[in-house]
């Protein structure tokens, strides 16, 4: 599809704002709809949409897939990892309340850590499923 | 007003159902899939289940209709039509209207519909689901998390262990499709990674590998088998 003058620049000017808006519903999950799981595909969306139209070898520069592989270990790693630094701390496990001194504060430095954790994850996920589906039986990557 | 929109948006959702079954064009069949996603995420969204909705619009309708349109990329769009040999139309085998499935369906669909009429009626306050945890977590969210969103708070921290787990089940999936698709990429003595036969999945629940590592590392066809107990492959 790269011959397209109009997609290319209209995804030019759609990714960037894409990706935005990832980090908007990722950040803004606190306060209304959305959250690490709607974020990381709304994420996920911008390079598949930048895949479709400029080509896989293109996505592959810019986002190998051993950094989508990495991505979506590391994900659950900061999760787990959350819960077992609460209980180092003396919590339970994801028992956010010991995270700082007062529980509020703490609850919240635990759901934007948990947040991040599942946005890398599902963001890492998605793409690399996309990489496989998308990569089958081509010799020239 | 929100009744009249249940209804279009159901009546939406049938019809787009019915045509996913009926349409023997994949293409459409995926298009039409991504359509029944949209429609569910704004039967979402007059349920007031926002983040439902955002989910079942940013996965249903963007990102499993690129996925399958990957797939037919690969498969092509039309669906095989089984091709009549000359002897079964000099038979003239009768069209085959097979009337058990269609019973076993509607008994089974008049049993579940029998079973609703004893549920609670959807949105009454008074509702088990209403009265279990939910009043403590609607309640005690706001000084406990300090979040506006009870979702989030639910999610990520009430339920976190859930949300854990689902974490873990996405990443299980990536897992689960590199095991499946990257399985068939091999890399030849001079570092180069080759296609090599896929592993065909039997009649019998097994799989026939159609490829083999030669003694120097190389990728050599599997030698056919004589017996034919391969299964037609």
Known sequence: MSDQVILRVATKIIVPTILLYALYVQFHGDFGPGGGFQAGVIFAAAFILYALVFGLRRTHNVLPTWVVRACASIGVLIYGGVGLLTVALGGAFLDYNVLAHDPVHGQHYGILLVELGVMTTVFGVMVAIFYFFAARGRQDL | ?233
């Open chain 2, 1 to 233: 007003m929100g009744v009249l929109l249940d209804f279009a948006l159901l009546a939406f959702l049938a019809t787009t159902a019915l045509a996913v079954v009926r349409t023997t064009n994949l293409f459409a069949a995926v298009m039409l899939a991504g359509i029944y996603s949209l429609l569910s995420a704004g039967l979402f969204t007059v349920m007031d289940a926002v983040d439902v909705a955002f989910t079942e619009a940013a996965v249903g309708a963007g990102i499993s209709t690129v996925l399958l349109l990957a797939t037919l990329a690969l498969v092509g769009s039309k669906v095989k039509t089984p091709q009549l040999r000359i002897t079964d139309i000099s038979a003239k085998v009768p069209l085959r209207r097979p009337i058990f499935p269609l019973v076993v369906v509607l008994v089974t669909g008049g049993i579940l519909i029998y079973g609703t009429l004893d549920m609670p009626s959807y949105g009454n306050p008074e509702n088990p689901i209403h009265q279990h945890v939910a009043p403590r977590y609607l309640e005690d969210s706001a000084h406990e998390i300090g979040v506006p969103n009870v979702v989030t708070s639910v999610l990520a921290s009430y339920r976190g262990f859930d949300t854990f787990g689902e974490t873990t089940v996405v990443f299980t999936a990536l897992v689960g499709v590199m095991i499946l698709l990257s399985a068939m990429r091999r890399k030849d003595r001079f570092g180069e990674e080759r296609w090599g036969e896929e592993n065909v999945p039997t009649l019998y629940g097994g799989f026939v590998t159609k490829f083999r590592l030669d003694q120097d590392g190389r990728m050599k066809a599997a030698p056919e088998d004589r017996d034919g107990e391969g299964g037609g492959t």
